[in-house]
């Protein structure tokens, strides 16, 4: 994966670290990351907008 943007902000939950763009900061923090194991990765959901 990449390093953060020097304007990412970089949030750490449960010992996994996520940078998030200031332009959805909004947006992701209103969202959940999730690990999906049917689908064998990561999922982000609770954003019902149009972004993303």
């Given at each position: 994966?990449?390093?953060?943007?020097?304007?990412?902000?970089?949030?750490?939950?449960?010992?996994?670290?996520?940078?998030?763009?200031?332009s959805?900061?909004?947006?992701?923090?209103?969202?959940?990351?999730?690990?999906?194991?049917?689908?064998?990765?990561f999922?982000?959901?609770?954003?019902?907008?149009?972004?993303?």
């Amino acid at each position: 994966m990449d390093e953060p943007e020097s304007d990412d902000e970089v949030i750490e939950s449960n010992g996994i670290r996520v940078a998030i763009d200031p332009s959805i900061e909004i947006e992701a923090k209103e969202s959940t990351l999730d690990f999906d194991e049917q689908a064998n990765g990561f999922v982000l959901s609770g954003n019902e907008g149009d972004c993303c």
